[in-house]
């Protein structure tokens, strides 16, 4: 939008909407800054392998404390799955195959429609993201998966898909050990809160199912704890409060009634001008 400035060459009264009001950064440079603070993170992440012992030590602790809390079982929300394995099977896939690709679509459309709320929505997946790598490195976990006192089944391994390697710790692909936070979690909630923000459609508030889903997929797939979950959603709320939130992008005002007024109409003097008297506003 057009901002009145003084003394400016180009177009009288007007200047160019800078970056800052909504225009959007350069392309090249923001695929090579995604790329490198993806590359930061997986090879960042793979700093906390070999700890074998102290991420069971800390499975046990989250295990028993969620008990002592009377959290609700990861093994009822298994056995839901577990009815019938082409319903297992979906949960491998949406769990393998859903995770990058929804994040990359998500920035990707912000870019191009949302510039203001893809900037905002950047900064906060990086600190989120930055976040859960400390916690990574300091704080190593193994899944639920692998922890003999969940008895719970690790349904990739058995049903498949799976993305992990069979010895986590010769898995050069992954981190296996790095349960806490769930940036699955934390990264479909930054999804559904991001569109929430950037769109105006009453049907926006259906995006909360993709968070919704992705928990029930972790926790189900013994893949993560609760604790997990909760531990990516309140990292995220520190990173939301951090980084100012952009404006709503605006309804579009409707349009103006015309004034109507009867041929030679008296006309009367007001702040706005001359106008005809019993002109309709």
Do not use: C
Not at 64 to 84: I, K, T, Y
Not at 106 to 122: C, Q
Not at 172 to 190: I, R, V
């Amino acid at each position: 939008m057009a901002t009145r400035i003084r003394g400016t060459g180009g177009m009288p009264g007007t200047r160019p909407a800078s970056r800052a009001e909504g225009g959007r950064p350069p392309l090249l440079r923001e695929l090579l800054l995604v790329t490198g603070l993806f590359l930061v993170y997986k090879f960042g992440r793979l700093l906390a392998n070999g700890h074998e012992t102290a991420a069971f030590r800390n499975a046990d602790l989250v295990w028993d404390a969620e008990r002592a809390l009377h959290f609700p079982g990861e093994g009822a929300v298994q056995q839901l799955l577990l009815h019938g394995e082409p319903l297992i099977r979906a949960a491998n896939t949406y769990y393998a195959a859903v995770h990058f690709p929804a994040t990359i679509a998500f920035l990707a459309w912000l870019y191009w429609r949302r510039p203001a709320h893809y900037v905002w929505s950047r900064r906060v997946l990086a600190l989120l993201t930055g976040a859960a790598l400390a916690l990574h490195i300091l704080v190593p976990l193994a899944p639920p998966r692998m922890l003999a006192a969940t008895g719970l089944v690790d349904t990739a391994r058995v049903y498949g898909p799976s993305v992990y390697g069979a010895v986590p710790e010769a898995d050069s692909m992954a981190n296996q050990f790095a349960a806490m936070p769930s940036l699955h979690f934390g990264w479909a909630l930054m999804v559904a809160i991001g569109l929430i923000a950037a769109t105006r459609s009453p049907l926006r508030w259906w995006w909360l199912l993709h968070p919704a889903l992705t928990l029930l997929v972790i926790v189900g797939t013994a893949n993560h704890y609760w604790t997990d979950a909760l531990a990516a959603a309140v990292l995220l709320g520190f990173a939301l409060l951090v980084v100012p939130t952009p404006e709503r992008p605006s309804e579009p005002s409707p349009p103006s009634e015309p004034t109507t007024a009867a041929p030679g109409a008296p006309r009367q003097r007001t702040d706005a001008g001359v106008v005809p008297i019993g002109a309709r506003r």
